[in-house]
């Protein structure tokens, strides 16, 4: 993408355009999560990040095919938003000393990266029922439920172990 | 917040710590929404732009009852996510021209917006209510259940109107 060439000119493009912006994010967040799986000393946490880091290899796999269906090689582009999220999350968890407060600040980390995937999968899936891509439609529906699920798993070991042990 | 200086040392800590990354990005939100109004051509997303903005600026006055309700001083602390969403939306923004795909893409970079603010309100809820501060939990949850209307509120305009068209 150049700089200020209008190089989206269509909803195809700005739909590929936001798959390339979400595999490149993708592709970060695989690179965060073992730096978090390592760091969580809440058990339930850990095995949370675990689960997630396989979720996240999976819909990799998904978006590819995605990008194949629709005649594309996958390609990713910087998503500044997701590079903006993890940097966050890596200032403040190094500024955290006690293994309680860190679990917590990770699992709210984990639950930004996992908005911005609902966020981008929600409009993906949307844009391509609408320009008649029933097939990606279908995947990419699929990784949005995987997503909400996961973030509400976070938001459940929040509120029944890592947070009420930080407090 | 110093460089790896330990400075976020108890759950109180990083309550007040967060509270300061969303109350930055709340306040760089009101200054991208005006462009956004100037730039919708879809009559409802421009009228669901200007309805945000006068949101976010009584999140913003709610937000300020927080932080004193909890003895501290309203104050802001660089959010590189936020920054990082708003820089990646100018930049897809620059680069479309079509009104209605420029629609589409403000939209998915509202909704990208929205869905920051309902992961930080979540966690700032939760932690205020596990430190037993309920009073902000009332007002954090207050805001969460405005992000969650408006979110679901952008999606159902780009059902109907804004990605239809655009497609």
Redesign the interface.
């Known amino acids: 993408?150049?700089?200020?060439?209008?190089?989206?000119?269509?909803?195809d493009?700005?739909f590929v355009?936001?798959l390339q912006?979400i595999y490149y994010a993708e592709k970060q967040i695989t690179k965060a999560l073992p730096k978090m799986i390592d760091k969580a000393s809440d058990p339930q946490l850990k095995q949370g990040f675990q689960t997630h880091l396989r979720e996240t290899e999976g819909q990799i796999d998904r978006l590819e095919q995605v990008f194949r269906m629709h005649g594309h090689e996958p390609k990713g582009v910087t998503?500044?938003?997701?590079?903006?999220?993890i940097?966050?999350a890596e200032?403040?968890i190094?500024?955290?000393?006690?293994p309680q407060?860190l679990d917590?600040?990770m699992?709210?980390a984990a639950?930004?990266v996992?908005?911005?995937e609902?966020?981008?999968y929600?409009?993906l899936a949307?844009?391509a029922r609408?320009?008649?891509h029933d097939d990606c439609a279908r995947l990419l529906h699929e990784t949005l439920e995987e997503e909400r699920a996961t973030d509400e798993k976070l938001?459940r070991t929040?509120?029944t172990a890592v947070?009420?042990k930080?407090?």
Chains 1, 2 share one sequence.
């Open positions: 993408m150049g700089l200020f060439t209008h190089d989206i000119k269509s909803m493009d700005l355009h936001t912006d998503c500044e938003a997701i590079d903006g999220i940097s966050e200032s403040v190094s500024e955290v000393a006690d407060v917590a600040a699992l709210s639950q930004a996992e908005h911005y609902i966020s981008r929600g409009t949307s844009w609408q320009l008649g938001s929040a509120e947070n009420r930080a407090a």
